[in-house]
C-alpha cells in the first residue's frame, strides 16, 4: 500500500532452433526474436523499472565479422529505450541499405541485435549506484569466441566475501567487488580452464588451432563448469549465461528460491522468470510451459540439442512466497487461485474486527496487485451474508411480508473504488520527507461513500515498514470520516530481513521489529535484546552452518496478535480520529493458500539456505551498534 518495496529482476532468454531464414518466411522476419524478446521484457516489466538490457549471439559468424550485439538503458522507460535504440539502428541500415530488406544474410552479417541467441533482463537497483554499468547483461570478453560469457540474473548471494576470496585464491583481479560480477568471473574461470584442457587435447590429437575452434563448441561440457563454478554459492537465482560460440544455459538455485519457466518445441527454446509471460507471447497451453526444477539448469548447445542437468543436489524446496503474494502477475492460473484463496482465509479475522456487521462495512483494495485477493475476500463476505440472509427468512417463517423478504435479499457487500492511482504521478523522490507527500497524491480518494458510522476495510499486498502507511495512507483514508479503519494484510508480519532478491537489508525498518521491541520495553525486558545481541556476536566467527538464529527471541515472548496490535498503536497517531485495526495473515493460512511454495524467511526466520543465518545475525548486529550498513 504504501511500502517501495523492490524486487532484485526478471530475465529473459530465447534460442532460435531454425535459421533465420525459416522466421522470416514464416512469420515475415528475421527479427522474429528480438521482436518476441521485447513482449517477454514488458511482460515483465513489473520485475524491474530502474534498468533493462538486451544482448544477442549470431551463430556462425566469419573471423572479422562482430557476432555479440549489447545495449542497455537507465532511461525513466528503460524497456523501450533500449528496444527504440534497436529499432533506430535497424531502420538506418533499411535505409542506407534497401537491398537487405529481402535479404536475411546480408542482414545477420551487417545489421546488429539480430541473432539466433538473445537474453533480456529487467532491474530494480537494490542497493549501489543505479548506473549503466549496474545494469545486466555483463559481458566478459576474450578474443578466443568460446570464452565470451554473456551473464544475466535474478539473484542475491549471501556470501559474496567469501566467494570474492575464492577468486583471489584463484589468482584472479576482479574489477569489482560485486556478487554479479564475482559469479560471472568463478563461471569464467572454469569456462577458461575447459576451453584450454579441450584444446591440448585436440593439439595432442593432431588438430591445428582453426580445425580445433569448431570441436571445442562440441566437447565443451557446460553442466561440468556450472558445477564446479556453483559448488559454494549460497543465496537465490535464477541464472542466464550466454557463451560466444552459441551454447546457453539457465540455472536455478537448489531451494528453488528464485523462479525460471521454459518452453520448448522444434522452432525455439524460452526461460523467464513468469509463466504467463511464456504463453502470452507465445500463444501456447499453461502445461505446455515448465517449472526448471530446482538445482537443474536447462542447456542449449550451439548445435540446438536441449538438456536439463542436475547441477546442485536440491535442498527442501523452499520457493519464495513473495512471488505468489505480490510479485509476479497475478495472470498465471496458479498464482490467481492462490492470491484469491489469501483473501478468503482472512474473512474469519475481518469479520471479528468489525463485530460481522457487514451492513456498515465498506470493502476496497490498495494497491491494484491487491485485488484478487480483494476478490477472495468478498467472496467469502458473500457467503457470510448468504448465510444471515437464509437464516432471517428461516427464522421469519411465513410472517415474512414480499417487501421484507426483497429487502433481506438485496444486502450486499458493500464494494467501493476507494482509492484510484493517478497514473500521471510517480513517487520518484526517495527522500523520506517528500515522498510522505507525494504518495498521498499519488491516489485520488473517493468521496461521498463512507458514512460516519462505517467500518472501512482495506487490504493490501503486504505491510513491511510502514512509514508511509502512518505518514499519508491513513490520514488520507479518515478523510472519509469512517468510524473504523481495518488495514488487512495478505502477508504475514514481516519480522526479517531478506537476502535472496528482495530489498529488505535492515531489520530497524521492519514495522513488526519495532513493535517488538515497544513491546519489550513496556513488559521490562528489554534487557532480552543485549542477550541477543551478545549471541550473535559470539556466532561471528562460525562456519555459516552452525550458526543460528537468535533473533526470533526478540518475537517469543509476545503472541502475533500482541504485536499486530502495536503495529496498530505505531501507524496511527492523534490526528487519526477513526480506530485503526490492523490484520495479519497468519503464516499457517499462507502455506494453506501456497502449498508448494513455502519460502516463509522473512516472516519466520527459517532461513533456506546456511547463510541466511549469518545474515539475519549481522543485521541486528548492525541495528544494535548503530551501523547503517547493509547485512549482505
Known amino acids: 500500500m504504501s511500502d517501495a518495496l523492490k524486487h532484485e529482476c526478471g530475465i529473459a532468454m530465447i534460442r532460435l532452433l531454425k535459421p533465420l531464414e525459416f522466421y522470416k518466411e514464416k512469420y515475415g522476419s528475421a527479427f522474429y526474436g528480438v521482436n518476441k524478446m521485447y513482449l517477454m521484457m514488458e511482460k515483465q516489466h513489473n520485475r524491474g523499472q530502474d534498468g533493462a538490457g538486451f544482448a544477442s549471439i549470431k551463430l556462425d559468424t566469419k573471423p572479422g565479422q562482430r557476432y555479440i550485439s549489447r545495449v542497455r538503458s537507465v532511461a525513466q522507460q528503460p524497456i523501450q529505450d533500449i528496444f527504440g535504440q534497436i529499432n533506430d539502428r535497424i531502420n538506418k541500415e533499411f535505409e542506407a541499405h534497401p537491398e537487405y530488406k529481402e535479404d536475411v544474410t ?48 535474478n539473484f542475491n548471494m549471501t556470501n559474496v566475501k567469501e566467494l570474492f576470496s575464492n577468486l583471489i585464491d584463484l589468482g584472479q583481479h576482479p574489477k569489482e567487488y560485486t556478487d554479479t560480477i564475482t559469479i560471472m568471473e568463478k563461471i569464467g574461470h572454469f569456462l577458461d580452464d575447459a576451453v584450454s584442457k579441450i584444446y591440448k587435447d585436440l593439439k595432442k590429437e593432431g588438430y591445428n588451432k582453426q580445425q580445433a575452434s569448431p570441436l571445442i563448441a562440441e566437447r565443451l561440457k557446460v553442466s561440468k563448469i556450472l558445477k564446479r563454478a556453483a559448488k559454494n554459492w549460497d543465496g537465490g537465482y535464477a541464472m542466464a549465461g550466454l557463451i560466444g560460440h552459441g551454447d546457453s544455459f539457465v540455472l536455478r538455485d537448489p531451494a528453488g528460491i528464485r523462479p525460471a519457466y521454459y518452453y520448448q518445441d522444434d522452432e525455439i527454446v524460452v526461460v523467464a522468470s513468469e509463466r504467463p509471460v511464456i504463453q502470452t507471447v507465445f500463444n501456447v497451453d499453461f502445461d505446455d510451459v515448465k517449472e526448471l526444477e530446482p538445482g537443474h ?135 523520506d520527507s517528500s515522498r510522505d507527500d507525494l504518495v498521498a497524491h499519488v491516489y485520488d480518494i473517493t468521496y461521498g461513500v463512507i458514512k460516519p458510522n462505517d467500518n472501512l476495510v482495506i487490504i493490501d499486498d503486504s505491510i513491511v515498514r510502514g512509514t508511509t502507511l502512518k505518514k499519508s495512507i491513513l490520514k488520507m483514508l479518515d478523510r472519509l470520516n469512517p468510524k473504523k479503519i481495518v488495514v488487512v494484510s495478505s502477508a504475514p508480519q514481516i519480522r526479517y530481513p531478506d537476502c535472496y532478491g528482495i530489498d529488505m537489508a535492515n531489520l530497524e525498518t521492519l514495522v513488526a521489529f519495532r513493535a517488538a521491541l515497544e513491546l519489550l520495553k513496556e513488559a521490562g525486558k528489554y534487557d532480552i535484546v543485549k542477550t541477543v545481541y551478545n549471541k550473535c556476536i559470539e556466532q561471528t566467527d562460525l562456519a555459516d552452518k552452525q550458526v543460528q538464529n537468535f533473533v526470533k527471541e526478540i518475537y517469543d515472548p509476545f503472541t502475533d496478535e500482541q504485536i499486530s496490535d502495536k503495529i496498530s498503536e505505531l501507524l496511527s ?39 541466511g543465518n549469518r545474515v539475519v545475525n549481522r543485521a541486528f548486529i548492525n541495528f544494535y551498534e548503530g551501523n547503517n550498513e547493509r547485512a549482505y
Open 106 to 153: 546480408a542482414q545477420k552479417k551487417n545489421i546488429p541485435y539480430i541473432g539466433e541467441v538473445l537474453l533480456g533482463h529487467v532491474r530494480y537497483g537494490t542497493f549501489g549506484k543505479n548506473s549503466v554499468e549496474s545494469v545486466h547483461p555483463f559481458l566478459r570478453q576474450n578474443n578466443w569466441m568460446h570464452r565470451n560469457l554473456i551473464m544475466a540474473g
Open 297 to 431: 539448469a536447462i542447456i542449449t548447445k550451439k548445435s540446438g540439442h536441449v538438456g536439463i542437468k542436475k547441477i546442485l543436489d536440491p535442498l527442501e524446496r523452499k520457493s519464495c512466497s513473495f512471488e505468489r503474494i505480490y510479485f509476479s502477475r497475478g495472470s498465471d492460473a496458479e498464482i490467481y487461485q492462490e492470491r484469491k484463496m489469501l483473501g478468503k482465509l482472512l474473512m474469519p479475522k475481518v469479520l471479528e474486527a468489525i463485530n460481522n456487521d457487514t451492513k456498515n462495512t465498506v470493502f476496497s483494495y490498495i494497491p491494484n496487485t491487491a485485488e484478487t485477493s480483494f476478490f477472495g475476500m468478498i467472496e467469502t463476505a458473500e457467503a457470510f451474508i448468504n448465510k444471515t440472509k437464509t437464516k432471517a427468512i428461516l427464522n421469519g417463517q411465513r410472517s415474512l411480508s414480499a417487501a421484507k423478504v426483497t429487502e433481506i435479499l438485496s444486502e450486499r457487500a458493500r464494494v467501493e473504488k476507494i482509492a484510484i492511482k493517478d497514473v500521471k504521478l510517480r513517487t520518484f523522490i526517495t527522500e
Open 573 to 611: 497517531d492523534e490526528s487519526v480520529k477513526a480506530e485503526v485495526k490492523i490484520i495479519f495473515q497468519p503464516v499457517e493460512n499462507l502455506h494453506k493458500a501456497c502449498p508448494e511454495h513455502l519460502g516463509d524467511w522473512y516472516f519466520t526466520g527459517n532461513y533456506p539456505t546456511v547463510g
